[in-house]
């Protein structure tokens, strides 16, 4: 989703941006393979496979592995990234290019965000049912979401999760995110997931606390970042 830059916007400091065309193939390169290895994960948590068969398959896997040269530092930005306030490539919740995310998707609504997602076998806490700490990942970043969305993105401090339903796997969900209120940095985020069947029956809710560092904190926590003109202040904080 593309969403509103937040207050002050900022440039990397850590690898020189290619050009669009550039971006956008390797983008794509990203996912697809982040949508392999996701279907490689999920075979993985469903096979039934003898162990011979799967001590192979764990050589070919580390020969695959082995290919995929480079590495990026921790605090390092992707180049394929829009931080703050966009695209993040492997995000474990919407990165197409995560092995772990579902991916979510997220679009805007008036007066919120809305995201879609189905959970797999690698995603299950009890048999048959997403894990209650996915689901909290789902509402937390959607609750995100919808903070920068409403132009005042932050970090989650409070997060209260009511789990009403078991959350079914392979079922599309819809997630439901909104802002309810604002105190100085802090932001009041309502959210819930119900699938998309039957949306009137809330599986889980939350509320939330999202807190904006001062630009300080914001420049410790993201030394990736910097302001416009090489400055080294007013560093902007998004997801
Ligand atoms: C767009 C994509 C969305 C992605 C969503 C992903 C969400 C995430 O995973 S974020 C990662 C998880 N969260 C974190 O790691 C945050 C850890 N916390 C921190 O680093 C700091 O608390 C930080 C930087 C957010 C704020 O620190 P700082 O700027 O010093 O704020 P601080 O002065 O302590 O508190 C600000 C206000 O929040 C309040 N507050 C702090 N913690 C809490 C809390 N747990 N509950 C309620 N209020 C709180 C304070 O009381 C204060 O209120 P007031 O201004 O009225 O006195």
Same mark, same amino acid.
């Given at each position: 989703m593309n969403s509103p830059l937040p207050h002050h916007s900022a440039t990397r400091t850590t690898a020189e941006q290619p050009d669009e065309e550039g971006v956008h193939r390797q983008r794509t390169a990203i996912a697809a393979l982040g949508h392999e290895v996701r279907a490689l994960v999920d075979a993985t948590v469903r096979t039934t496979a003898a162990p011979d068969a799967l001590l192979r398959v764990a050589e070919g896997v580390r020969g695959l592995a082995a290919q995929l040269t480079g590495r990026r530092a921790r605090a390092e930005i992707p180049?394929? *990234?829009?931080? %703050? @306030? @966009?695209?993040?490539?492997? #995000? &474990?919740? =919407? $990165? =197409? @290019?995560? %092995?772990?995310? &579902? &991916?979510l998707k997220v679009t805007r609504l008036d007066g919120g965000v809305a995201g879609t997602c189905a959970l797999g076998?690698?995603?299950? /806490?009890p048999p048959g049912y997403g894990h209650g700490g996915i689901s909290a990942m789902l509402l937390d970043e959607s609750m995100g979401w919808a903070c920068a969305t409403a132009g005042m993105p932050g970090m989650t401090v409070s997060l209260q999760m009511r789990y009403q339903r078991p959350v079914p796997l392979e079922a599309r969900l819809r997630v439901l995110a909104h802002v309810t209120g604002t105190e100085g940095r802090k932001v009041y985020v309502a959210g819930s997931i119900t699938t998309e069947e039957d %949306? #009137?029956?809330?599986?889980a809710a939350a509320e939330g606390v999202f807190v904006s560092p001062d630009p300080e904190h914001a420049r410790a926590l993201f030394p990736g970042l910097r302001a416009p003109? $090489?400055? *080294? @202040? /007013?560093t902007a904080v998004g997801r």
């Amino acid at each position: 989703m593309n969403s509103p830059l937040p207050h002050h916007s900022a440039t990397r400091t850590t690898a020189e941006q290619p050009d669009e065309e550039g971006v956008h193939r390797q983008r794509t390169a990203i996912a697809a393979l982040g949508h392999e290895v996701r279907a490689l994960v999920d075979a993985t948590v469903r096979t039934t496979a003898a162990p011979d068969a799967l001590l192979r398959v764990a050589e070919g896997v580390r020969g695959l592995a082995a290919q995929l040269t480079g590495r990026r530092a921790r605090a390092e930005i992707p180049v394929v *990234d829009e931080f %703050p @306030g @966009g695209a993040r490539m492997y #995000s &474990p919740v =919407t $990165g =197409t @290019g995560s %092995p772990l995310a &579902p &991916p979510l998707k997220v679009t805007r609504l008036d007066g919120g965000v809305a995201g879609t997602c189905a959970l797999g076998l690698a995603h299950e /806490g009890p048999p048959g049912y997403g894990h209650g700490g996915i689901s909290a990942m789902l509402l937390d970043e959607s609750m995100g979401w919808a903070c920068a969305t409403a132009g005042m993105p932050g970090m989650t401090v409070s997060l209260q999760m009511r789990y009403q339903r078991p959350v079914p796997l392979e079922a599309r969900l819809r997630v439901l995110a909104h802002v309810t209120g604002t105190e100085g940095r802090k932001v009041y985020v309502a959210g819930s997931i119900t699938t998309e069947e039957d %949306p #009137s029956t809330v599986l889980a809710a939350a509320e939330g606390v999202f807190v904006s560092p001062d630009p300080e904190h914001a420049r410790a926590l993201f030394p990736g970042l910097r302001a416009p003109g $090489g400055s *080294d @202040g /007013g560093t902007a904080v998004g997801r």
